[in-house]
């Protein structure tokens, strides 16, 4: 892992996604690093391309917390309790219909309500919503302040409204007003739903980061009725409001560096897998994000067309890229790669550098799993 003493850049606790009764993940806890190149591997299932799209929310999950950039784009620290909570109660209704003893429940009732409390009260440390003071011995209710913040939030809205109106009839510059505006309108929804106990970016937030969360996919997922150089120009000039000249001029330059500038006229349709891929890789670059997240980007393609893409990958990886690649491809995960985890039955159970991963792997699981596939 690179030494780094700031806050990482992208920070996952106890994710857990569902698709009805299936669990997919079970408590993913990990910290990516600024400049980390993070290879995911695991058997066909195991739940690896679904973290990465709980990770841009392509995929919302069903509890735990993402932070991007320090910023909170999801967080339920409410519902793994609660269902816990549910479940006790059920519990005792049916020991109580049998007769039987039903202390030893309620015992369990009062620990989860005590560690619900903890929970809100912890979330409002994290907001500084409270000061330490006030959180080593909590005093009042918690949605009282969740309210009491919201309304704060609310006039300082009002006020800069008004300060907004008074810039603009002096002809000054007002974008400081709206960028204070935006955050204060993050913050209130943000508020909102922590009052109910699930935070989530507001759409318009959550749109926001994605700019600056780059995606890969198995099938490139690029628009047949636009030629190259519009596929990759058009989420840059429609989202970042970049003037066409400087996204076409980025653009070639992006398609030169993985040798596809004179095909940027042509149609996805002219291109081989292998240089769709490269294409969508390009596209993704054109956003200039801050991490770039591949789902199986070699899955798709002719073996001969496998080292082309890997190459971009390699060469993205020396230029500092944060990268987060679910992949197949071993040699890949040993040579760039500076982690690998591995992902079994919805939760990490073996991270590590590459040669010690490889070399002495230490859970069994993973010990079977690399037996089979080097």
């Known amino acids: 892992m690179i030494e780094n003493n700031q806050a990482p850049l992208i920070r996952v606790k106890e994710l857990k996604k569902d698709f009805g009764e299936n669990k997919v993940l079970r408590g993913v806890n990990i910290d990516i690093n600024k400049g980390d190149v993070v290879a995911v591997i695991g058997p066909s299932g195991c739940g690896k391309s679904t973290f990465l799209r709980c990770l841009n929310l392509l995929e919302e999950p069903t509890s735990g917390e993402i932070v991007f950039n320090n910023n909170v784009i999801f967080r339920d620290h409410k519902t793994a309790t609660k269902n816990k909570i549910k479940q006790v109660k059920k519990q005792m209704r049916e020991a109580k219909h049998k007769g039987e003893n039903v202390e030893e429940y309620k015992e369990k009732l009062i620990m989860l309500n005590d560690v619900l409390e903890a929970e809100n009260w912890e979330f409002l440390r994290t907001l500084r919503l409270v000061d330490n003071d006030e959180m080593e011995k909590p005093q009042g209710d918690v949605n009282a302040i969740f309210k009491k913040y919201q309304a704060e939030t609310k006039v300082k809205i009002k006020e800069t409204k008004k300060q907004i109106r008074i810039a603009e009839s002096k002809g000054e510059d007002i974008t400081p007003y709206k960028e204070q505006i935006e955050k204060l309108k993050s913050d209130y929804v943000l508020q909102k739903s922590e009052e109910r106990g699930i935070a989530r970016a507001s759409k318009k937030n959550i749109n926001k980061h994605r700019q600056k969360i780059g995606m890969v996919f198995q099938q490139f997922n690029l628009f047949p009725h636009m030629t190259i150089l519009k596929n990759i120009t058009l989420a840059?000039?429609?989202?970042?409001?970049?003037?066409?000249?400087?996204?076409?001029?980025?653009?070639?330059?992006?398609?030169?560096?993985?040798?596809?500038k004179d095909r940027a006229n042509d149609y996805p349709s002219a291109l081989s897998g292998g240089q769709k891929q490269r294409v969508a890789i390009v596209r993704s670059l054109a956003m200039e994000p801050d991490v770039i997240l591949f789902d199986e980007p070699t899955s798709a393609l002719d073996p001969e067309m496998v080292g082309e893409v890997l190459n971009v990958m390699t060469e993205l990886a020396k230029s500092g890229m944060t990268m987060v690649v679910v992949t197949h491809e071993m040699g890949f995960a040993r040579e760039v790669a500076n982690r690998v985890i591995f992902i079994d039955e919805g939760v990490i159970k073996e991270e590590n550098n590459p040669k010690d991963f490889f070399e002495y792997p230490q859970n069994p699981r993973l010990v079977d799993f690399l037996s089979k596939v080097l």
């Open 236 to 260: 840059p000039t429609k989202l970042k409001k970049m003037p066409k000249a400087q996204a076409k001029a980025l653009a070639l330059d992006l398609l030169d560096k993985v040798g596809l």
